[in-house]
């Protein structure tokens, strides 16, 4: 009968769904190469220097570095305390991932940059005016991707 074939094909169907579903979330993703052909370890990268504090630090030209930590679901800072930058002032973001791509975009400006596991993400821009920008994550990363939020405070 092919009511058996049909059932059998679609149960087929929903099984490699299944398998597909679950590859996607737990596979290897993507390895990083070093120059050395090694495989970089994304997470040695953000624990390493200023990553392992992430913050905002006076540079020595007058402007301002934030390095911000992106990892499953929040900004390190941002999320849990706004970043808080003077307006008028050159300010580098260098943002780093320890799992998986994330995105970076502040919302109604033009910083909108992919976040990469091993790779640091370097943006700069100058606020014109005080306010308060919105960090989106605007890369897929994992059932709590839409709340991966945060928050620039220009001052
Ligand atoms: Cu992080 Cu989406």
Redesign the pocket.
Known sequence: RFEKLWFGASLLLIVVLIATIVYGAVGPGVAMVDDSGGIVDPSALTDSENFREPGVYEADDGGYDVYVR?Q??AFQPGTNSPIRVPADTDVTFYVSSPD?T??FNLAGTNVNTMVIPGQVAEVTVNFDEPGTYHIV??????AA?HT?RGTVEVV
């Open positions: 992106a499953q679901f998986v994330h995105g994550c605007n890369e897929y990363c994992g991707h991966m």
